[in-house]
């Protein structure tokens, strides 16, 4: 049975930072490539990161560049997600989802095999 489970939502403050992580099972977690989509309320699932399962390569949607960083670790089977300098517009579930193969650009969330459950993140003061 693949299952993807997330962690590490909160609420924070403007400016503050989260670590969300997610653990994969039932599938082999280095044929895929991982990624983080979000949904606000009210509004469609946006990418936000993912990372190639060959070499590590990362895409990130615009408005997170230079803030967010993604990574993976395959003996662990868990792909994380740093956010500093979080902002309100941040606000929505975390969705951690998987992609079978390589990913050589930002994946949309239709491209996506495997979706966790999602972990809410608030950024408010």
């Known amino acids: 049975q693949v299952q993807l489970v997330e962690s590490g939502g909160g609420l924070v403050r403007p400016g503050g930072s989260l670590r969300l992580s997610c653990v994969g099972s039932?599938?082999?977690?280095?044929?895929?490539?991982l990624g983080w989509v979000r949904q606000a309320p009210g509004k469609e699932r946006e990418a936000v990161s993912n990372?190639?399962?060959?070499?590590?390569?990362?895409y990130h949607t615009d408005s997170v560049k230079g803030r967010f960083t993604i990574s993976r670790d395959d003996a662990k089977s868990t792909v994380y997600l740093e956010m500093t300098n979080l902002q309100p517009e941040d606000t929505g579930i975390y969705y951690c989802?998987?992609?079978?193969?390589?990913?050589?650009?930002?994946?949309?969330?239709?491209?996506?095999?495997?979706w966790g459950q999602g972990t809410q993140v608030t950024v408010s003061s």
């Open positions: 989802a998987a992609d079978l193969g390589p990913a050589k650009w930002l994946l949309r969330p239709s491209e996506y095999d495997y």
């Open positions: 990372i190639d399962n060959l070499d590590q390569s990362t």
């Open positions: 039932g599938f082999n977690f280095d044929y895929y490539s």
